[in-house]
């Protein structure tokens, strides 16, 4: 089947927010599957909200299983409450936190990577979507993009997830599963979505 992002950014602006008054939509699943590409084309359907990359909150490499509660404590719980959210960017090239980046109280906000549906998260967003991609795909994409001197971090990252994802169950609770690579799955499943 395939669905519009003009469809999704109407579905989303017509959900009443549930992280005070900003509606929140989560972009999740497994990395190389497309939740970047995604996100920023439907940030285009939207008309320009604001967007955080888990990538900028991770501490590193070993840095999933922080996710969680970073993305709680300096996003959804001060827009949850009424109050501005902030974080600061961490520089994977320099291995520690850079510059702050002040959100505000937007009215929409997309947020992007893995560990952005958790169950604490997506209890506030009023759309959670699933990126789904065979992973020799996703890995051809991720080693191509950063080198193949990156693969031992893909494949440690690749066991962080696999573990993170069986905790959370997030593509069981996903409102929306996207296929992240119609053109290479062939095994298609009923419920994916193309956009």
């Given at each position: 089947?395939?669905?519009?992002?003009?469809?999704?950014?109407?579905?989303?602006?017509?959900?009443?927010?549930?992280?005070?008054?900003?509606?929140?939509?989560?972009?999740?699943?497994?990395?190389?599957?497309?939740?970047?590409?995604?996100?920023?084309?439907?940030?285009?359907?939207?008309?320009?909200?604001?967007?955080?990359?888990?990538?900028?909150?991770?501490?590193?490499?070993?840095?999933?299983?922080?996710?969680?509660?970073?993305?709680?404590?300096?996003?959804?719980?001060?827009?949850?409450?009424?109050?501005?959210?902030?974080?600061?960017?961490?520089?994977?090239?320099?291995?520690?936190?850079?510059?702050?980046?002040?959100?505000?109280?937007?009215?929409?906000?997309?947020?992007?990577?893995?560990?952005?549906?958790?169950?604490?998260?997506?209890?506030?967003?009023?759309?959670?979507?699933?990126?789904?991609?065979?992973?020799?795909?996703?890995?051809?994409?991720?080693?191509s993009r950063d080198g193949e001197?990156?693969?031992?971090?893909?494949?440690r990252w690749a066991r962080h997830?696999?573990?993170?994802?069986?905790?959370?169950?997030?593509?069981?609770?996903?409102?929306?599963?996207?296929?992240?690579?119609?053109?290479?799955?062939?095994?298609?499943?009923?419920?994916?979505?193309?956009?």
């Open positions: 089947m395939i669905v519009s992002f003009a469809d999704v950014a109407d579905r989303v602006c017509r959900a009443d927010p549930r992280c005070g008054a900003t509606r929140l939509v989560c972009v999740d699943g497994p990395s190389g599957s497309g939740k970047t590409v995604l996100a920023d084309r439907l940030a285009i359907a939207l008309r320009g909200p604001a967007l955080v990359h888990m990538d900028d909150l991770y501490p590193g490499w070993d840095g999933l299983a922080d996710a969680e509660s970073l993305l709680e404590d300096l996003v959804v719980a001060p827009l949850a409450a009424g109050r501005p959210a902030r974080y600061r960017r961490y520089d994977w090239g320099r291995g520690e936190y850079a510059e702050e980046h002040d959100l505000g109280t937007p009215p929409l906000l997309v947020v992007e990577g893995v560990g952005s549906g958790a169950r604490a998260i997506a209890t506030r967003a009023v759309l959670l979507m699933w990126v789904e991609a065979p992973r020799e795909e996703r890995f051809r994409r991720g080693i001197s990156y693969r031992p971090h893909w494949e997830e696999d573990a993170h994802f069986t905790v959370e169950g997030t593509r069981v609770r996903a409102d929306l599963l996207v296929d992240g690579a119609p053109a290479v799955r062939h095994d298609r499943e009923t419920g994916f979505v193309t956009l």
